[in-house]
């Protein structure tokens, strides 16, 4: 969407603030031992205090509050009970609610306890190249221009961008036009002051693409190497990003 008043941005503001206290308690958990249900259950208790709805359960009848995605495991992960955290594990908490009518989307990749060099390396390249493309995110930019921040950053650390996982729109619903991505891939499109963007690149160790997991949710890279990710959704101004799920 572009926001037309300040009355759509208060809101979008609302529904903002509650997808980052839900993501900020469920960081907080993250712990060797610790479920991906219990996290899940964290994140719908703090949409549940705020009146807020989890989005992709309404949207898509996800089968969790939040997705929940572990290792080679890029997004759509299905929280469980039975799923353990085990120490050197990365873990992506991708959340999403809508409140009011209004959607807000945010995702962090997180280590549990100690984790190797390269995926510590992976955690900080993958949100410098979110912050890149946020940035890279100002009226007249090209789409292309995004992907372009994404795919310098990765390179300048040795990753891989996922190319088949992009950012999106949002606003009024969870997932609008347009189709934000992670790679120079010559859109041309123009953004607009006010447009309201989810940007949120996959870097991995070495794939380039995501395939489709067996229970028909989770999306896993396609070599089985790590991945990260990480997002905000932020309104376009010509001051810079204006992060709504800081």
């Known amino acids: 969407m572009t926001i037309?008043?300040?009355?759509?941005?208060?809101a979008l503001l609302r529904a903002g603030r509650v997808v980052a206290e839900a993501r900020q308690a469920m960081v907080d958990a993250v712990t060797p031992?610790?479920?991906?249900?219990?996290?899940d259950a964290i994140g719908r208790e703090v949409f549940r205090r705020h009146g807020a709805r989890s989005a992709p359960r309404l949207t898509y009848r996800f089968p969790g509050s939040t997705c929940i995605s572990v290792n080679?495991?890029?997004?759509?992960?299905v929280p469980s009970l039975r799923r353990q955290l085990r120490d050197g594990d990365l873990v992506n908490l991708d959340v999403s609610?809508?409140?009011?009518g209004f959607y807000?989307?945010?995702?962090?990749?997180v280590a549990v306890g100690d984790v190797s060099p390269v995926a510590s390396r992976l955690l900080a390249a993958t949100e410098l190249a979110q912050r890149?493309?946020?940035?890279?995110?100002?009226?007249?930019?090209?789409?292309?221009?995004?992907?372009?921040?994404?795919?310098?950053?990765?390179?300048r650390h040795g990753f891989r961008v996922i190319e088949?996982?992009?950012?999106?729109?949002?606003g009024r619903g969870l997932h609008e036009a347009p189709s934000v991505p992670s790679i120079d891939d010559g859109q041309r499109m123009v953004l607009r002051e006010g447009s309201v963007l989810a940007i949120e690149p996959f870097l991995s160790v070495s794939a380039d693409h995501v395939v489709d997991d067996a229970d028909g949710w989770t999306l896993r890279t396609a070599d089985g190497s790590l991945v990260a990710q990480f997002e905000h959704s932020m309104v376009v101004t010509r001051d810079g990003p204006l992060v709504l799920t800081a």
């Open 132 to 155: 890149d493309a946020m940035h890279a995110a100002q009226p007249g930019a090209r789409l292309r221009d995004l992907g372009r921040a994404v795919q310098r950053r990765a390179r």
């Open 33 to 39: 031992g610790t479920t991906t249900g219990e996290l």
């Open 164 to 170: 088949n996982l992009n950012g999106h729109g949002i």
């Open 4 to 10: 037309d008043s300040q009355e759509e941005l208060d």
């Open 104 to 109: 807000s989307d945010t995702g962090i990749s």
């Open 72 to 77: 080679d495991e890029a997004a759509h992960g």
């Open 97 to 100: 609610a809508e409140l009011d």
